[in-house]
């Protein structure tokens, strides 16, 4: 009789758990991967990835011609044009979001550069899902860009290394010709993340009403199999779903309702909630702070994460696509240039660039060339002579100041 009373229960789990703060739901198998989907059903991706595009696209790009070791900068140059404006359908910011939205959602960017009488046109960014490497030994000899228009192939210059194909990609360890997304790295979290939230829907449909069990009192304790599943179907019908959330349970003699506590497993949910974003933004590398993740989240410690992201994310990820573009674009324009981004223009980084020049400035043993040259900025004539100013000891200087306080008094 136990028996047979324990598999309807099992056998009524399986089709509907009425239980909504069972961790059972958390089970997933092991084949379910987190894919590019997930920046349009996840919000802490999708703030992760946005945050990130968004705040690298509008810095401002500069091109400077290499002098002998020395950088001058070329305001006029079309290579800056062809940065700001990439083609007709995009602006430079809007360009440089879906590119580098590609290298965080895909592990790779891919862009294309068109030509109008052999000088380069245009900047096009290429869906990575529409791109294959080809390789020979190893190595890749062209890419495959497939369409509705039909495929092409973009062939490498085996002498040169260039192609009309700029290939911007993550370090992956197990592959050499495709980058590795960060969504890999928090595909766990994110599914946890995304069983969360459907789970709290779940909870939502019921009123957020906590689950609870029906006692038979009287008798032996035992339902006959024909009262059993009577009271199955008339309950599941009449007082499970949102629609019937808030019903009054009547109940016939002998059964009694009793609730469940499960306030501790709830403060758990909204804990693994906190804890599965966390790990989805530790794996974009943005602190958890910007994501309105609850935390320390302080005003300075809001200062010390916006500086946090720039200087160990967006920073480097800007240095990855100027030297990129540098190498690329020199080969194309036929000069030595070098493509950088301004990052005095950078707001964030203005009162640790005011303490850096406040140091420079009190350096006296550099010449103001050289301090000029720290700063980005050009030499000047008369610059490189070293001004030293003779270092007196204390009691002098206390002297001195004495004497200048009597001068005043008596003058």
Request: a neutral charge; aromatic letters at 10%.
């Amino acid at each position: 009789m136990v028996k047979a009373y324990l598999k309807k229960i099992a056998k009524n789990y399986q089709k509907k758990s009425f239980n909504n703060f069972d961790l059972g739901f958390l089970n997933f198998s092991d084949n379910e991967s987190a894919g590019v989907n997930s920046y349009k059903t996840n919000a802490i991706v999708h703030r992760c990835v946005s945050l990130i595009a968004t705040s690298a696209s509008h810095v401002p790009w500069q091109i400077y011609r290499n002098n002998q070791g020395s950088r001058v900068i070329i305001k006029n140059h079309p290579g800056l044009n062809l940065l700001k404006h990439p083609n007709n359908e995009k602006s430079g910011a809007d360009f440089f979001i879906e590119s580098l939205s590609n290298l965080l959602l895909y592990g790779n960017s891919y862009i294309y550069i068109s030509f109008e009488n052999h000088n380069p046109k245009g900047l096009h960014n290429l869906h990575p899902s529409l791109i294959s490497p080809l390789t020979s030994e190893g190595k890749i000899i062209a890419y495959n860009f497939g369409s509705v228009h039909g495929k092409h192939n973009f062939n490498i210059n085996p002498v040169t290394g260039k192609s009309e194909i700029l290939h911007i990609k993550n370090y992956h360890p197990t592959d050499q010709q495709k980058g590795l997304s960060a969504l890999s790295a928090a595909s766990s979290a994110i599914n946890l993340h995304a069983k969360i939230m459907d789970w709290n829907k779940s909870l939502l449909k019921n009123a957020i009403r906590p689950s609870g069990a029906l006692v038979f009192q009287d008798g032996d304790g035992y339902l006959t199999d024909e009262q059993f599943e009577r009271l199955q179907q008339q309950f599941y019908d009449n007082f499970s779903g949102s629609s019937n959330s808030g019903k009054p349970l009547i109940l016939e003699g002998g059964l009694k309702w009793q609730e469940t506590s499960n306030a501790e497993k709830f403060e758990k949910f909204i804990e693994l909630k906190d804890s599965s974003a966390r790990d989805i933004a530790i794996a974009f590398n943005v602190p958890p702070q910007l994501l309105g993740i609850s935390g320390d989240n302080t005003y300075s410690n809001m200062q010390e994460a916006r500086l946090a992201l720039w200087e160990e994310n967006i920073i480097p990820l800007l240095d990855k696509y100027a030297d990129a573009l540098s190498s690329w674009l020199s080969y194309w324009y036929n000069e030595d240039l070098i493509i950088d981004f301004d990052k005095d223009a950078i707001s964030v980084l203005t009162e640790r660039r005011e303490s850096l020049w406040s140091k420079i400035s009190d350096a006296n043993f550099m010449t103001i060339n050289e301090k000029r040259h720290l700063v980005g900025l050009p030499s000047i004539e008369g610059g490189d002579s070293l001004n030293l100013t003779p270092i007196m000891d204390k009691q002098s200087i206390s002297i001195i100041g004495e004497d200048r306080n009597k001068q005043r008094i008596t003058g």
